[in-house]
């Protein structure tokens, strides 16, 4: 039948016209075939002189507390200009699953650049762009293998070291990339020696303070792999080290609790038991303080003070329950093993990047990073930790010469002392202040009220 034959041949015309429409349309629509620029389709040394852009070696806030970094570029998948990654859906991304956990699972890209912000003058600010395409991909580039980001961080202190720029790069294809950068704006006041300048050669390791002579790589261009969040590296960061510090804080103050019951003779199994309740309502308190601080947009972080404050609303009603020894001599044991245990617990938080200290050129920071921005910062967590230790030993000591007991006024004291200690040792850090503008100063004159109070008792015996 020449008609059926005819009509199938028109339909068979038709599909294959449709498809060959439909493939130009991609084509003209694909962000590879329009020309993107040349460090983003083929990457090489846009740094200028003696500029460094290398592979992050290791983002919570800028370096300035009243206007904190931000990102002003976009990653590909969100601007969708010609030559980026539009369109990409995240690599690793499960399909279901809570939003933490997929992003948590999903491969990202992390590259530092790195610059020289010189020794003098006013804070200043600098925009990073950062290119990139992946390695493997041969001809035009598909959604999701090329990139363009830009970050823009203020408040760069002169004299604070070298400055690292870390960038995390989402929503691309995994696999291996090649990387440039190089620096789009700057701001740097009205005086033209405050100008900012790139910088990072070799030598430039040296500038680092002690202890942390974090090395500086001098090339131009980065090859950087694409991998989970908790394993890509930030330069001055040691993953897990905040939990594996944490724990062995909790795990060594749970030990010197139970030493000092047994040399005490007192009964140690239904106080511990008590005590590790305890910790369980300290690390979800900590947990709920950080959601309510941060008003429920972040959930990755445990504020010290939700902490704290579990530990001593489970601690204070095993009081009212009965511990199964009296009541003094569980208040001072647990006083000197919770606050030993914070002081092994708290450098985690400067090597994990979190509660960072402000930028500064004075000689007593330490470099170190929040995980976006690496530069020389004044060592808030390290400073808490060691008012946490000398408190402790000095109520352990008291305890050791005067029994249980009668020390119970001394670990009431200790914390009291830690917290006042905090109050002015949260001035240094880098986050905004608190969503109550008196709130440092009303519990800095409880803490004080409470610690006479206890010398009192103390002194009285």
Request: contains cysteine.
């Given at each position: 039948?020449?008609r059926?034959?005819?009509s199938?041949?028109k339909?068979?015309?038709?599909a294959?016209?449709?498809?060959?429409?439909?493939?130009?349309?991609?084509?003209?629509?694909a962000p590879?075939?329009?020309?993107?620029?040349?460090?983003?389709a083929q990457?090489?040394?846009?740094?200028?002189?003696?500029a460094t852009?290398?592979?992050?070696?290791?983002g919570?806030a800028?370096?300035a507390?009243s206007?904190p970094?931000r990102s002003?570029?976009?990653?590909a998948a969100?601007?969708?200009?010609?030559?980026?990654a539009?369109?990409?859906?995240p690599?690793?991304?499960?399909?279901?699953?809570p939003?933490?956990?997929?992003?948590?699972?999903?491969e990202?890209l992390?590259?530092?650049?790195w610059?020289d912000?010189?020794?003098?003058?006013d804070?200043?600010?600098?925009?990073?762009?950062f290119?990139?395409?992946?390695?493997e991909?041969?001809g035009?580039?598909?959604p999701g293998?090329?990139?363009?980001q830009?970050?823009?961080?203020?408040?760069?202190v002169p004299?604070?070291g070298?400055?690292?720029?870390?960038?995390e790069?989402?929503d691309?294809?995994?696999?291996?990339w090649?990387v440039t950068?190089?620096?789009?704006?700057?701001?740097?006041?009205?005086?033209?020696?405050?100008?900012l300048t790139?910088g990072?050669?070799?030598d430039?390791?040296r500038r680092?303070?002690?202890?942390?002579?974090v090395p500086?790589?001098?090339?131009?261009?980065?090859?950087?792999?694409?991998?989970?969040l908790?394993?890509?590296?930030?330069?001055?960061?040691?993953?897990?080290?905040?939990?594996s510090l944490v724990?062995?804080?909790?795990?060594?103050?749970?030990?010197?609790e139970a030493?000092?019951?047994?040399?005490?003779?007192?009964?140690v199994?239904r106080?511990?038991?008590f005590s590790?309740?305890?910790?369980?309502?300290?690390?979800?308190g900590g947990k709920a303080?950080?959601i309510?601080?941060n008003?429920?947009?972040?959930?990755?972080?445990?504020?010290?003070?939700?902490?704290?404050?579990?530990?001593?609303?489970?601690?204070?009603?095993?009081?009212?329950?009965?511990t199964g020894?009296?009541?003094?001599?569980?208040l001072?044991?647990?006083?000197?093993?919770?606050?030993?245990?914070?002081?092994i617990?708290?450098?985690?938080?400067?090597?994990a990047?979190?509660?960072?200290?402000?930028?500064?050129?004075?000689?007593?920071g330490?470099?170190?990073?929040?995980?976006?921005?690496?530069?020389?910062?004044?060592?808030a967590?390290?400073l808490e930790?060691?008012a946490?230790?000398?408190?402790?030993v000095?109520?352990?000591?008291?305890?050791?010469?005067?029994?249980?007991?009668?020390?119970?006024p001394?670990?009431?004291?200790g914390?009291?002392?830690?917290?006042?200690?905090?109050?002015?040792i949260?001035g240094?850090?880098?986050?905004?202040?608190?969503?109550?503008?008196?709130g440092?100063q009303v519990?800095?004159?409880?803490?004080?009220?409470?610690?006479?109070?206890?010398l009192v008792?103390?002194a009285?015996?």
């Amino acid at each position: 039948m020449p008609r059926t034959k005819n009509s199938k041949n028109k339909r068979r015309a038709s599909a294959a016209a449709r498809t060959a429409q439909a493939r130009r349309a991609h084509t003209a629509r694909a962000p590879g075939s329009d020309p993107a620029p040349a460090s983003s389709a083929q990457p090489g040394p846009a740094l200028g002189p003696g500029a460094t852009l290398a592979p992050a070696q290791g983002g919570m806030a800028g370096l300035a507390p009243s206007r904190p970094a931000r990102s002003r570029g976009k990653t590909a998948a969100a601007q969708a200009p010609a030559g980026t990654a539009a369109g990409a859906p995240p690599a690793t991304t499960p399909d279901s699953g809570p939003a933490w956990a997929a992003k948590a699972l999903a491969e990202l890209l992390t590259v530092t650049y790195w610059l020289d912000p010189g020794e003098d003058g006013d804070p200043l600010s600098a925009t990073v762009r950062f290119t990139g395409r992946r390695a493997e991909v041969t001809g035009k580039p598909q959604p999701g293998d090329t990139f363009s980001q830009e970050e823009t961080v203020e408040g760069i202190v002169p004299g604070s070291g070298p400055v690292a720029i870390t960038a995390e790069v989402r929503d691309i294809n995994p696999g291996q990339w090649t990387v440039t950068a190089r620096l789009v704006s700057r701001a740097d006041g009205c005086t033209p020696r405050h100008r900012l300048t790139p910088g990072g050669s070799p030598d430039g390791a040296r500038r680092v303070p002690w202890p942390r002579r974090v090395p500086i790589p001098a090339d131009s261009r980065a090859d950087v792999r694409t991998a989970p969040l908790m394993f890509t590296k930030v330069p001055g960061v040691i993953r897990y080290a905040f939990v594996s510090l944490v724990t062995l804080g909790v795990l060594a103050g749970l030990s010197l609790e139970a030493l000092l019951l047994a040399t005490g003779h007192h009964p140690v199994l239904r106080p511990m038991l008590f005590s590790v309740a305890a910790v369980l309502a300290g690390v979800a308190g900590g947990k709920a303080w950080y959601i309510a601080v941060n008003r429920g947009r972040k959930f990755d972080g445990w504020c010290i003070q939700g902490f704290i404050t579990g530990v001593a609303a489970v601690v204070a009603a095993a009081l009212l329950a009965g511990t199964g020894i009296p009541a003094g001599a569980y208040l001072g044991a647990v006083g000197p093993a919770l606050l030993i245990g914070i002081a092994i617990g708290r450098p985690g938080c400067f090597w994990a990047g979190c509660c960072t200290g402000q930028p500064t050129a004075a000689r007593r920071g330490i470099w170190s990073s929040d995980r976006r921005v690496g530069c020389r910062r004044e060592p808030a967590q390290l400073l808490e930790a060691l008012a946490a230790l000398v408190i402790g030993v000095a109520v352990l000591a008291v305890v050791l010469l005067t029994g249980l007991q009668r020390a119970a006024p001394a670990s009431v004291a200790g914390l009291a002392a830690y917290t006042l200690s905090r109050q002015f040792i949260l001035g240094l850090r880098s986050e905004p202040p608190l969503r109550w503008r008196y709130g440092r100063q009303v519990t800095a004159v409880a803490a004080a009220a409470t610690l006479i109070a206890s010398l009192v008792l103390l002194a009285r015996g």
